[in-house]
C-alpha cells in the first residue's frame, strides 16, 4: 500500500530518495482536509485571479479549468488547480453562507436536510431559550417576542372549544397572575385585574350581544351614543338580562331599570324605559335618588293609549324622584298602605305626568316637598286619597288645559290640594269630569293656588277649601 486508507496521503517507500516530496505532499493534503474551509460550493468556474490556497468545492456543471471535477475540492496551489476526491462523511465549513456541508458520497449537502414544512407539523412542543411542557406546549425566553405581518394586516388568534371555556391572555408577575384579557367562561370581553391572583376584579366588561360596555368595579361610566331604550317585562324577563330588547331581554322589575339608567353617562341622549302590559307588583319604592349623569329626562313610558293595563300596585310608597328629572306616563299608579304615597318628589326634582290613572293614593297620590310636578297629559282619578296632591317647602305644581275625569266618585277627606310652607299651584282651563267628596283645598302659610278665577268651586270636592296664615286662593 502506497497511500493511507482515509485521506490517501502517500507513504515514504523504504530507501526512497527525496523523501521530502511524498513528506510535503503529504503534509498538503493534511494542510487542506484537516478543519476543511471551502470559499464556495456554488460556482461553477474559477475566479478569475485566484489566490494561493483558495479552495472551493466544484458546483456541478463546472466549466474551464473546473471542467469534469463536479463535487471535487478544487485547491489553489503552486499557480495550478489540485482536486482532491471527497469521501462520504467529510464535512466543510463553506464560509461564503457560513453553513456546514457534508458528502454523502455523490453530492455535498447541507449536515442536517433542510426542513420541510411537514416537518414542523405536529411536534409535541417547542422551547425557544427555554424548556417547553405539556401545559405550555411553546415556550419562549427572550426580552422581547416580534410577530409581524408578511405583507399585509396580521392577527393573533386565540381560539376556545365553547362558550363556557377561556380564551385569554394572562399577565404575571413572579408566576402569579395579577391581569387577564379576553373570553373566560362566556362570550363578553373582559378585563380583570387581581392582587394576590386569587381574588379577581372585573374591571371592564364588553357584551358579546350588544357591544355594550360596562364597569363592574365602578369608577367608570358608560356613555350613550344614541338614544337608549331599557324594556321591563315581569313575566319574561329577567333581571340578570341587558334590559336592552323586549320580552325575553328585558328586565323583571323596573327598579333594576331604573339601577341601570342611573349608571350610565346620557351624553345628552334620550332616556327610555318601557314598561310591558303587566302588573308590577311592588313590597317597596322604586327609588330614582340621583339626577341623569348626562342631562336629560328620564321617560317611564307604559300604555298611554290604556294604562290600566300597566298597573303598578304597592303594597308601600310606589315612587320615590329625588333631585332627578321623571316623565311618568301611561301607568296606572297605587298603593295599600294608608300613610305612603303614590308618587313622592324631593330635593327639586322634576316630574311630569301624562295619561297617569291614580287607584287608591294612601296619604297622597302626589307629594312634593320643594319639588316640581307638571301635568301635559290627561289624568284619570279611581281611587280615595287623603290628598290628591299635596305641596310642602317651596314645591310648585302646573296643570294646564288637560282633562282630568274622576270616576267612581274618589274621596279626599283632608282636601283634593293641600299647599304648604311658600308652596305654589296654578290650574288654568283645564276640564274636571266626575265628582268628589272631601275639601277641595287646603292652603296655609304663605302658600296659594291660582285658578286664574275659575272660582272657590272650581276644583274637584264636594267641599269648601280652607286658608291660613297667608295662604291665598286665586
Known amino acids: 500500500m502506497t497511500n493511507t486508507p482515509i485521506l490517501s496521503m502517500p507513504y515514504i517507500a523504504p530507501s526512497q530518495a527525496q523523501k521530502h516530496v511524498t513528506h510535503n505532499e503529504a503534509l498538503r493534503l493534511l494542510d487542506v482536509l484537516v478543519q476543511l474551509v471551502a470559499d464556495s460550493r456554488s460556482d461553477t468556474t474559477p475566479p478569475p485571479a485566484p489566490s494561493e490556497g483558495q ?176 324594556y321591563v317585562d315581569p313575566g319574561n324577563g329577567n333581571d340578570s338580562n341587558s334590559g336592552l330588547f323586549s320580552g325575553t331581554g328585558a328586565f323583571a322589575t323596573l327598579q333594576r331599570a331604573v339601577d341601570e339608567v342611573l349608571s350610565i353617562d346620557a351624553g345628552g341622549h334620550a332616556v327610555t324605559i318601557q314598561l310591558a302590559d303587566d302588573t308590577y307588583n311592588l313590597t317597596s319604592p322604586v327609588v330614582i335618588d340621583q339626577p341623569l349623569v348626562g342631562g336629560g329626562e328620564i321617560m317611564i313610558t307604559g300604555n298611554t293609549a290604556s294604562p290600566s293595563l300597566v298597573a303598578l300596585n304597592s303594597s308601600a310608597g310606589v315612587l320615590d324622584v329625588i333631585g332627578a328629572v321623571v316623565s311618568l306616563s301611561g301607568v296606572e299608579i297605587s298603593t295599600s298602605a294608608p300613610a305612603e304615597v303614590c308618587i313622592n318628589g324631593a330635593e327639586n326634582a322634576q316630574i311630569t305626568l301624562s295619561e297617569v290613572e291614580f287607584g287608591t293614593g294612601g296619604s297622597a297620590h302626589i307629594s312634593l316637598q320643594n319639588a316640581e310636578c307638571e301635568v301635559v297629559g290627561d289624568i284619570e282619578i279611581t281611587g280615595d286619597a287623603d290628598r290628591h296632591i299635596a305641596l310642602d317647602h317651596k314645591a310648585v305644581f302646573r296643570m294646564e288645559g288637560q282633562t282630568l275625569t274622576l270616576t267612581g266618585a274618589p274621596d279626599f277627606s283632608t282636601a283634593f290640594i293641600e299647599a304648604n310652607n311658600g308652596s305654589v299651584a296654578s290650574f288654568d282651563g283645564n276640564s274636571f269630569s266626575g265628582t268628589a267628596s272631601g275639601p277641595r283645598y287646603d292652603i296655609s302659610v304663605l302658600s296659594s293656588v291660582n285658578t286664574y278665577g275659575a272660582g272657590v268651586s272650581h276644583l274637584p270636592g264636594g267641599s269648601a277649601g280652607s286658608t291660613s296664615d297667608g295662604g291665598i286662593y286665586a
Not at 392582587?195 to 364597569?215: I, K, L, N, Y
Open 55 to 230: 479552495c472551493f468545492i466544484v458546483a456541478t456543471g463546472a466549466t474551464g479549468d473546473w471542467a469534469g471535477q463536479n463535487e471535487q475540492i478544487a485547491l489553489r496551489e503552486n499557480g495550478i488547480w489540485i482536486f482532491i476526491a471527497p469521501q462520504s462523511g467529510w464535512i466543510a465549513m463553506v464560509t461564503d453562507t457560513m453553513e456546514l456541508a457534508v458528502f454523502d458520497g455523490a453530492a455535498w449537502g447541507p449536515v442536517k436536510a433542510n426542513l420541510t414544512s411537514d416537518a414542523l407539523n405536529n411536534l409535541v412542543h417547542i422551547g425557544v431559550n427555554t424548556s417547553a411542557d405539556a401545559t405550555n406546549k411553546l415556550a419562549v425566553a427572550s426580552d422581547a417576542t416580534l410577530l409581524s405581518h408578511a405583507g399585509g394586516g396580521h392577527q393573533v388568534k386565540v381560539n376556545k372549544n365553547s362558550s363556557g371555556d377561556t380564551a385569554s391572555l394572562l399577565f404575571q408577575s413572579a408566576w402569579t397572575g395579577h391581569a387577564e384579557m379576553g373570553l373566560s367562561g362566556d362570550t363578553n370581553f373582559a378585563v380583570k385585574v387581581s392582587a394576590d391572583g386569587g381574588t379577581w376584579f372585573t374591571a371592564m366588561e364588553t357584551d358579546g350581544a350588544t357591544g355594550r360596555v360596562s364597569f363592574p368595579s365602578g369608577g367608570v361610566r358608560p356613555m350613550l351614543a344614541a338614544p337608549t331604550t331599557w
